[in-house]
């Protein structure tokens, strides 16, 4: 296996964006992307596109040739592919361009993500997004994503490992990082009191404690082309790459609460890695939903150490254990194929030390988690500089 | 979600609780599987129909405010997962009480209920919810 490197970098804003349509955005992350990396269309050998949902968002299938189209790139002919994973299928695209030029077959690759979400009404658009779920035995009875996630919160409670106020502090975290992003859906900050006091979604979880429906787009370039890599400014090594599922149903698994994918797909991401966790210096986490959030750190961390890390507010960018320095998909927002490339963008920021107000001093390795539904699936990916 | 033979093949599983046990591990599924998850090959041609007794306890539960199309008549709904007598968990509303009276631990049984229908002129899918043992 070569090594990879991410040269470029692109996003659009994410938001509601009623002006744009699916491919405004797929195109305009991907030429920012290759314009970052400094390259042309011609220097792409292949295209991977992550998209979720766009043939019940806008009746539109055959993204990965609408977007190669879009992208002005029909004369060349590229081979362009689409992933789908739910909500991993940025992460899950990004693991399958990296095998694709580490490999040897593709040189250059650009990996885009897109989701265009607000173009149906909220009911509609959160109907969609629990196609994630199991069909026929969750979502078939009234099941929503955030039901399954308040499931989760009223369980831990209840066997008394955590409270109401430590899972509500991950939105706060994510919000007051997201408010120092120019391209984040939100850009305000909350109070633990505004999470406690807002509407219910599922009790005991409120709209603070979820992530919103979003559009969005963000691309990355892929090269394992030396002359490429060494002529771009500052490239990022795909250090590794790991995918793992788990039961599609909450209810099937061995536990409601372990989030067994990520637990795997993690530990054998650092291990490819050889790095241990105290050496990852950024964690941007998939914070769909608050109490999700906090399961992530409580794999990676063990109960205890999650929990001071929440309580004594170590997850600030300029703290301990900088976590979703983004803004993560509560603030910065989760257009759902568009989420795990964006990770991956925030991570480049980060390692090349232009994330601006909200830079990690030194950041030299970032552990990426990029999540399908309520866990069936999780990427795990380390990036990092030497 | 409109064919008919979608929801008529599950009917056994949604009205009865019909469910299925690997005879190679003894272990019990609801829904049904095809392979036993545990045994994987070593369970082909060994998985059978077991009809589940419908009694259980709230495992965990959520009072749903913002739910979908079709339960939006329903709002706010109980949903929980319910350890079946069994073993599994089940997913489904709790029906016939006030989110109070539910608890973590409450004993409930299964009962037959509308889940939704396809606008006025298409057909009504019925499946398992639960009620509390009082």
Partial sequence: MRDVYI???????????????????????????ITDAGIYSEDVNALYG????????????????????????????????RIEAGSASGGAALHEAYLAVASGKYDTVVVGGVEKMTDVPPEEANKIVGGSLDAEWETFFGVTEASLAAMIAKRLEYEGKMKREDYAHIPVVSHKHGSMNETSH?????????????????QPLTIFDCAPLSDGASAIV?????????????PVKIVSSEIS?????????????????????SKKALESAKISKEKVDILELHDSYSIIGLLQLMELYGEKEAMNLVRNEELYWDKSRPTNTSGGLKAHGNPLGATGIYQA?????????????RQVKGAKYVLL??????????VSTVLGVE | MSDVPRFWRESNHRYRLVGTKCNNCGSTFFPPRDVCPKCRRESIGKMEELEFSGYGEVYSYTVVHDGLEPFKFQ????????????????????????????????????????????????????????????
């Fill in chain 2, 75 to 134: 709002l706010p709904y109980i949903l929980a997962m319910i350890k079946t007598d069994e073993g599994p968990l089940v997913t489904g509303q709790i029906v016939d009480a006030d989110p109070s009276e539910v608890k973590i631990g409450s004993r409930v049984r299964v009962t037959l209920r509308r889940i939704r229908e396809e606008g006025k002129t298409g057909i009504i899918q019925y499946g398992y919810k639960f009620i509390l043992e009082k």
């Fill in chain 1, 222 to 234: 892929i090269s394992s082309n030396r002359q490429l890599i060494n002529s771009s400014e500052n």
């Fill in chain 1, 186 to 202: 939100f850009r305000n900050s909350i109070k633990l009191e505004d999470v406690l006091k807002a509407s219910y979604v599922a």
């Fill in chain 1, 50 to 81: 992550a998209n979720t949902s766009a043939g019940q968002f806008i009746d539109q299938e055959h993204i990965a040739s609408l977007i190669a189209d879009a992208a002005g790139l029909s004369e060349l002919g590229i081979p362009s592919i």
């Fill in chain 1, 369 to 378: 988690h990029n999540m399908g539904g309520i866990g069936a699936t999780s």
């Fill in chain 1, 7 to 33: 040269i470029g970098v692109g996003t659009t804003k994410f938001g509601e964006l009623w002006d744009k349509s699916l491919r405004d955005l797929a195109t305009e992350a991907g030429l920012k992307a």
């Fill in chain 1, 345 to 357: 963008v925030e991570a480049t920021l980060q390692l090349r030390g232009k994330a601006g107000q």
């Fill in chain 1, 245 to 265: 599922t788990d039961y599609l149903s909450l209810h099937d698994r061995t536990s409601i609460y372990s989030l067994n994918a990520f637990k795997r797909s």
